[in-house]
């Protein structure tokens, strides 16, 4: 999609929807509850909503009506590769898109949906992968301008740090709250930085290889709450976890066509009780795994329903185990729930 495109849609969805007066609704639901197991009795995951853009929102009638008449016949804000994803608390989606070259904020209780393609002197080319800091900073993957660029959360660039020899080519990132710093792939030096905020190194690990600390073009990041560093490491089809000192511990999976096994791994995200969540783009599902490598559940099947993926990249999940998969086939992001258990 043009630069220029995704420009328009920016302006387009902040008008529609930013200002709405009623309530807005997300349309992509299902009319019965769809749940991994099936029977609700066990289920831990429940789907809630699919969002590729302006077009999955209903406005209800209030001041903005008659614009939203005018523009009818316009483009509308959307998704086309979703590939980073980062929520920030309460209700706010951040999505690195390489296929609209911008940032993404989506608000998922109003709708208002907000495009940023960077500045005249940072403009994103390649954004692939995206994290917050909680202090109000929004970093972002610029990979094959090596760069990883900082928004504020009104979508303003505040700096921008890297080059090729610094970075190699940054993919997935992920800000580790325990240490205060940035963690970063880079998946051509089969390498994982550790950064400041203002980009200053403070370790890496990481060389090509098959054993523990190598890497064979690593893609994307997670850090649990106790520190674990988890990294998808791509092609040796294996997740690779790291103290919080990176120094290598184990790793789990490998290639294969089985259950637990990787084709195509993509996006990690850890929730609230320390499960592992593995996309697989290839398999077009998500696996959930114990934090010792433990196959606990899939969940996701190839489709363009609701509930189904293709070419499914990104994960990240909030707080409250709210879990946003990047459906980058079929151009949206869906949410799913993790369904707690009573102890």
Not at 101 to 111: F, K, P, Y
Not at 116 to 135: C, I, M, R, Y
Not at 211 to 222: E, R, V
Not at 311 to 316: F, K, Q, R
Request: aromatic share 8%.
């Amino acid at each position: 999609m043009p630069l220029a495109r995704c420009r328009w849609l920016a302006v387009a969805a902040a008008a529609l929807l930013a200002g709405c007066a009623g309530p807005t609704v997300f349309l992509r639901r299902t009319a019965e509850p769809l749940l991994w197991p099936p029977r609700r009795e066990h289920a831990r995951i429940e789907f809630v909503v699919a969002y590729g853009g302006a077009d999955d929102v209903e406005v209800h009638p209030g001041f903005w009506a008659s614009l939203t008449s005018f523009l009818a016949d316009r483009p509308r804000a959307g998704l086309v590769t979703p590939t980073g994803l980062a929520l920030q608390a309460p209700a706010t989606l951040w999505v690195a898109d390489p296929g609209c070259s911008a940032l993404h904020r989506i608000d998922l209780v109003t709708g208002a949906h907000t495009m940023f393609p960077g500045s005249e002197a940072e403009p994103l080319v390649t954004p692939v992968g995206v994290a917050l800091d909680g202090n109000g900073h929004v970093f972002v993957s610029d990979s094959s301008r090596a760069r990883i660029v900082v928004f504020d959360t009104t979508g303003a660039v505040q700096r921008a740090f890297g080059d090729a020899q610094e970075l190699g080519r940054p993919t997935g990132l992920a800000w580790d709250v325990g240490r205060a710093r940035l963690l970063a792939v880079d998946t051509t030096g089969n390498r994982v930085l550790a950064l400041d905020v203002d980009g200053r190194r403070l370790g890496t690990v990481g060389e090509r290889g098959t054993g523990l600390g190598q890497f064979n073009f690593p893609t994307n990041i997670a850090v649990d709450r106790a520190g674990s560093v988890f990294v998808v490491d791509s092609l040796n089809f294996r997740v690779q976890v790291l103290d919080a000192d990176l120094q290598p511990q184990r790793s789990f999976g490998g290639v294969g066509r089985g259950p637990g096994d990787f084709a195509s791994p993509k996006g990690i995200a850890v929730d609230s009780e320390g499960h592992v969540y593995v996309v697989d783009a290839m398999f077009e599902n998500v696996q959930i795994f114990a934090a010792d490598g433990q196959l606990l559940l899939p969940f996701g099947s190839h489709g363009s329903e609701l509930g189904a993926l293709q070419l499914p990249t990104g994960i990240c999940i909030d707080a409250t185990d709210r879990i946003v998969v990047g459906d980058g086939g079929n151009s949206r992001v869906q949410i799913f729930q993790y369904l707690r258990r009573a102890p």
